[in-house]
């Protein structure tokens, strides 16, 4: 039963900077393609970044050159460097494939940019 993990969200400044987790824990198959999504709500989840196990990256138009995706595959473990943070990416955060799976959303973690 594959589960994700998120984790690393809080309260941060407007321009400040925060680091969210995602670990993964069954069997995935390999190579995959593990992204980061977001959702506000009374808005659909949108993609925010990707990265292959090969580490090519893509990022959201909306936080390019902002945040930086990375993972460790020893590890299973995706994470997210947001940085220059805006209110506007005040959402909660999830890992997923890409493609996602429906099963295998989590919970989520927290991330509020406020003043």
């Known amino acids: 039963q594959v589960q994700f993990v998120e984790s690393g969200g809080g309260l941060v400044q407007p321009g400040g900077s925060l680091r969210i987790s995602c670990v993964a824990s069954?069997?995935?198959?390999?190579?995959?393609?593990m992204a980061w999504y977001r959702q506000t709500p009374g808005k659909q989840r949108e993609y925010v970044a990707l990265?292959?196990?090969?580490?090519?990256?893509n990022y959201a138009e909306a936080v390019k050159d902002r945040f930086t995706i990375s993972r460790d595959n020893a590890q299973n473990t995706v994470h997210l460097q947001m940085n220059s943070l805006k209110s506007e990416d005040t959402a909660v955060y999830y890992c997923?494939?890409?493609?996602?799976?429906?099963?295998?959303w989590g919970r989520g973690t927290q991330v509020t940019v406020t003043s």
């Open positions: 069954g069997t995935i198959r390999s190579p995959n393609t």
């Open positions: 997923n494939l890409l493609p996602f799976n429906r099963a295998y």
């Open positions: 990265i292959a196990t090969d580490g090519t990256t």
